[in-house]
């Protein structure tokens, strides 16, 4: 009688889907994004980089209950030009974001998968991206070219979780690139994913949420004699 294979270990990931560890390989699924929230996600990052011409961000978790994605556009400050945005948690705005969302829904909002854009430039994981997504498991998204290119530019990849049946197959710390199709319904086409959609305003009240760094530089005086820094 010949040996039966073992199933391969599941493990859940309830924000965006589910990896299937097997003896010498990764794989698994994630739920899919529909279009209707793709086109309002294109249209405030497509806004935003027609407002400020820098980068914006938003966060995103998958609910079961309305098999959607929720998505929380945070409070965040963006330099332009540039590739850097950044999102202060600790702010109480941002704060009383997840407050609501906790209440409303019973569970934290994070961990959460992101989508941020490059603007002029074209998508790709920087350095900052890498740092910034490193303790996020799920998928993360990059939109290049929102103002120079007919079509965008996306690029996607996966994160995995840092636990030790992860770690016994594969880096934990780098992410692994991954078509986009796999993060949309299933045939969806790649025209679909990657053409403009018509603008959806839906999210427009959350523009105002974004806001450009000061271009000043701080400096201060300690002690009688010393000089300013």
Known sequence: MSATASEPKSIKMPHCGELLIDKDRISGWFHPIRLSLWSRIIGFHTAISKAHRAESVSYHRWNSKNSCYDT??????????????S??????????????????????????????????????????DAHDEADWPGWHITLGHLLTHENYDIHCRIRLPKIPAV???????????????????????????????????????????????????????????????
Not at 105 to 121: L, N, Q
Request: hydrophobic share 30%; aromatic share 10%; with cysteine.
């Open 87 to 128: 999102t202060d948690w600790q702010d109480p705005r941002n704060q009383k974001l997840l407050d609501e969302y906790g209440a409303k829904h019973g569970r934290d909002f994070f961990p959460a998968c992101t989508i941020h854009t490059h603007v002029d430039a074209s998508a790709f994981e920087s350095g900052t």
């Open 167 to 229: 770690r016994e197959l594969t880096a934990v710390n780098m992410a692994y690139p991954i078509e986009a199709k796999y993060l949309f319904p299933e045939g969806t086409p790649a025209t679909a994913i990657t053409q403009r959609p018509n603008y959806n305003d839906k999210w427009k009240e959350h523009i105002s949420r974004v806001s450009l760094r000061k271009e000043r530089a701080q400096w201060s005086i300690t002690g009688k004699n010393a000089s300013a820094s």
């Open 72 to 85: 929380i556009i945070p409070y965040q400050v963006t330099d332009s030009p540039g590739l850097s945005v």
